[in-house]
């Protein structure tokens, strides 16, 4: 089944404790987002991934590192979290600039 | 920064009822995405178009490029139609930049 996962799907966790979120698809796509949702503001890039070795900026991308050392995976990593990285994040990929994007199921992180 | 407005933010209409939710953006463009996020929070990609109009089942999308507008439509409403409905647009020569509006919670009366 073609399917993008997340994991976890949910974590709480403290100030300043180093968190990577996992993010994998089965499709072989070339592009790969990371985006996060909040109350009012909507969906908002943090970063996206146009192939291996090669990733960008979003809207939002401060406090956050990502890596594409493989195609499959497109891991989120948060070096010191904070309060305000609070969030629901959805990873999502497709397989070109414009073509429909499939997304994982989200991940609630909650940052005390 | 708005690049993307959509409206109403919030519609609620009867079952069987006729539905448009509006989407402007301010930017250009090479492809408009409509997204419906149901309650329990998956997001699931409807349409991604450049031009015209594209129908699947009760849905239609429509996108204006010189007005830089598109409509979601939905005919014959349902109860199972209620969730959130995400409008993005995707800026040429960007790679995989996306700018999304804030959505349309719609909610389906029996």
């Known amino acids: 089944e073609a399917q993008v996962t997340q994991n976890p799907r949910y974590l709480i966790t403290v100030t300043g404790k180093k968190l990577t979120v996992t993010c994998s698809q089965n499709m072989n796509h070339e592009y790969m987002s990371w985006y996060r949702q909040d109350p009012g503001l909507g969906l908002r890039q943090i970063y996206y991934s146009m192939n291996v070795e090669v990733t960008d900026k979003g809207d939002v991308p401060e406090g956050y590192k990502v890596s594409r050392k493989e195609k499959r995976n497109f891991p989120l990593i948060l070096e010191s979290p904070s309060p305000n990285q609070t969030s629901l994040y959805f990873c999502?990929?497709?397989?070109?600039?414009?073509?429909?994007?499939?997304f994982g199921p989200g991940t609630r992180l909650t940052v005390t | 920064k708005n690049e993307v407005e959509q409206s109403p933010q919030n519609l609620t209409a009867q079952e069987g009822e006729f539905i448009t939710i509006n989407c402007s953006y301010s930017?250009?463009?090479?492809?408009l995405h409509w997204l419906q996020q149901h309650p329990g929070g998956g997001i699931v990609s409807l349409f991604m178009l450049s031009s015209g109009k594209k129908k699947h089942g009760r849905l239609i999308a429509t996108i204006n490029i010189q007005e830089k507008h598109s409509s979601l439509h939905i005919t014959a409403s349902h109860p199972r139609d209620s969730a959130v409905y995400i409008c993005a647009v995707t800026p040429p020569g960007t790679g995989n930049q996306f700018y999304f509006g804030t959505g349309t919670s719609l909610t389906v009366i029996p």
């Open positions: 999502a990929s497709a397989s070109g600039a414009v073509y429909e994007q499939y």
């Open positions: 930017v250009g463009i090479s492809a």
